[in-house]
Structures are given as structure tokens and as C-alpha cells.
């Protein structure tokens, strides 16, 4: 069993900064290694990929966050970032951390481009100006 937890949230003036952090534990027979994603969600919108880091180490962004969000992922602590500068009021949202052993891959217009496995119970971004 995948375990993942975020913190971090928070509310943050526009243009402000935020890291959000993800914590992954794992039980049992489990893969050896898990690609890992950012995603947020809006109520009554779908969830959206932000930002992911693929069993190969492949970064993917959608182009909304790109150049504001950093992903890195510290394999030592089992732990997902998600660096946010310059945030944006159409960043409020709710993020969850995501793990699949199969790939996260995140395209441009913020689509997921393999099914997610396992989330977290996320963590909430406000933005107010």
C-alpha cells in the first residue's frame, strides 16, 4: 500500500511563495520506484496536472505554472516539492500529490497523460490579492 501526505497549504497574498511538500510511504510488496505529480482541482472542475517527475526524470509542467513552479523530489526523504513563486489568484485550488509505478507526465494544457494510482488528500492553495 501507497501512502501519500501533503502539507504546506496555505494562504498567500498574490505574487507571494508557497512549498508545498509530499510525503510517500509504502507497506507490503510495493514497486521500487514511483513517478510523482502535483495536480490541483477546483470545485466543479476537473482535477488538472501541474507539474510531474517521471520514473526517468523527465519534468513535466503545464504551461500555466511553468516558469513559476519548481517539482524536485528529494529520494533520501521520500519526498515530493512543489516550489510556487508568483502566485496567481487562478492558483487557488486544492493540490494533491499523485504516485504511479507506471508514469506521471503532465501536458501542456495540463492534462495527465497516464492514469494516477495513488493520491494524497491534498492540501489547500489560497491566493487573494
Known amino acids: 500500500e501507497v501512502q501519500l501526505v501533503e502539507s504546506g497549504g496555505g494562504s498567500v497574498q498574490v505574487g507571494g511563495s508557497l512549498r508545498l511538500s509530499c510525503a510517500i510511504s509504502?507497506?507490503?510488496?510495493?514497486?521500487?520506484?514511483?513517478?510523482m505529480g502535483w495536480f490541483r482541482q477546483i470545485p466543479g472542475q476537473e482535477r488538472e496536472g501541474v507539474a510531474g517527475i517521471d520514473c526517468d526524470g523527465t519534468i513535466t509542467y503545464a504551461s500555466s505554472v511553468k516558469g513559476r513552479f519548481t517539482i524536485s523530489k528529494d529520494s533520501a526523504k521520500n519526498t515530493l516539492y512543489l516550489q510556487m513563486d508568483n502566485l496567481k489568484l487562478e492558483d487557488t485550488a486544492m493540490y494533491y500529490c499523485?504516485?504511479?509505478?507506471?508514469?506521471?507526465?503532465?501536458?501542456?494544457?495540463?492534462?495527465?497523460?497516464?492514469?494516477?494510482?495513488?493520491w494524497g488528500q491534498g492540501t489547500q492553495v489560497t491566493v487573494f490579492s
Open positions: 509504502t507497506s507490503g510488496y510495493t514497486h521500487s520506484r514511483y513517478c
Open positions: 499523485g504516485a504511479d509505478p507506471v508514469g506521471v507526465r503532465i501536458g501542456r494544457n495540463g492534462g495527465v497523460h497516464y492514469p494516477v494510482s495513488y
